[in-house]
């Protein structure tokens, strides 16, 4: 060995016994906070402010119980609240708490752990300066099939939760918000027993919904909603309805928000694409200062054990306008560019 690969040996070396050397996204593995604690974050989304990403989830605490009167596989853990997860380069992320927590007091506030909480996610509101946060809450049988709201002047939170309601008096089941570039925010959910996806424009403090919606996806049972812009298009990520179970997934495109949407078709590719690598979409990020970067972010669910669900991450391959999500085990954000 010469003195230059001597030296390249001790660089590594040191670096990695110092932490720096950048961390693989490997999917499907137990990923660690910056404390060595598993990530606890199901269903979640991602908001990026100033300089910062935070991670917002279901915090899946404790034994997964099948109710006595499960009529299907509605496996569930008591609600426990909405965790937060902050990081500079969505590798290493630090524990912020749990910034909505339940309401363990009061057997009738959609946040007692006898309820259900999924899919929270949070954006800015330039104007008001809040971070509003919309969540799916439910009762244990899921009948409820409501959106919740939640206002804080922090992403770290506490969040304070203003209530629930049937956005445009109809289902609210998986959902998603995105916020356009001229600042309106919409709500994508799974309504109508699941069957049919609203897009719900919201006011201007986006805490309640105009009364514009329109409905897509008729008839066509899309769940697991997850929305991206690129290049002046819209795109929306979706999976099938078939409770805990992994099935395929969907990407629909649009020119205008609210539709007409057409859908493509499934981007998934590599092993296991036809379950969509066993996971469901959740959220699609943008990486700053990467062209044209997005991370596609899916739940592995273990519908026994759900505490123990898992994370894939893909970035999103696009080439000549056609936009797939291949496998990858493992990948770094070091090796991914965005489209030039
Ligand atoms: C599928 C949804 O995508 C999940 O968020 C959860 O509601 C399960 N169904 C419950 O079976």
Not at 110 to 120: T, Y
Not at 254 to 283: E, H, L, R
Not at 316 to 338: A, M, Q, Y
Request: glycine share 8%; hydrophobic share 35%.
């Amino acid at each position: 060995m010469n003195t230059f690969q001597r030296f390249l040996l001790a660089v590594i070396f040191l670096s990695s016994f110092m932490g720096v050397v950048a961390k693989d996204i490997v999917n499907g593995e137990v990923w660690l906070d910056t404390s060595g604690n598993p990530i606890n974050a199901h269903g979640g989304g991602i908001l990026y402010h100033n300089g910062m990403y935070y991670w917002y989830g279901e915090y899946k605490k404790g034994e997964t119980v099948l109710p006595d009167w499960a009529t299907w596989e509605c496996y569930r853990t008591d609600v426990t609240g909405v965790s937060c997860y902050s990081s500079p380069d969505m590798v290493n992320w630090a524990f912020e708490g749990i910034v909505l927590p339940a309401v363990p007091d009061d057997t009738d506030h959609d946040l007692h752990p006898s309820k259900v909480l999924e899919r929270p996610k949070v954006v800015y509101n330039a104007k008001t300066k809040k971070f509003v946060m919309w969540a799916h809450v439910e009762s244990a049988d899921y009948s409820k099939a409501a959106a919740g709201v939640a206002v804080s002047d922090s992403p770290t939170g506490p969040f304070e939760y203003l209530g629930s309601f049937r956005p445009n008096n109809a289902m609210s089941r998986d959902q998603t918000i995105f916020v356009d570039d001229d600042g309106k925010a919409y709500q994508f959910a799974s309504s109508e027993n699941n069957q049919t996806l609203y897009i719900n424009e919201l006011t201007d403090d986006y805490l309640r919904p105009t009364g514009r919606y329109t409905r897509n996806f008729i008839d066509a049972a899309r769940e697991a909603p997850a929305v991206f812009k690129h290049d002046g298009r819209y795109y929306m990520l979706s999976s099938g309805c078939t409770g805990w179970d992994p099935n395929k997934a969907e990407l629909a495109v649009a020119d205008s928000i609210m539709g007409d949407w057409t859908v493509i078709g499934d981007p998934s590719t590599g092993k296991d694409a036809d379950k969509t690598f066993y996971a469901q979409s959740t959220y699609v990020q943008p990486v700053m200062g990467k062209n044209n970067l997005y991370i596609a972010m899916f739940d592995r669910w273990n519908k026994i054990d759900l505490e123990n669900s898992r994370y894939v991450w893909l970035p999103i391959s696009i080439t000549d306008d056609k936009i797939t999500i291949p496998w990858r085990e493992s990948w770094n954000f070091d090796c991914i560019n965005g489209e030039d």
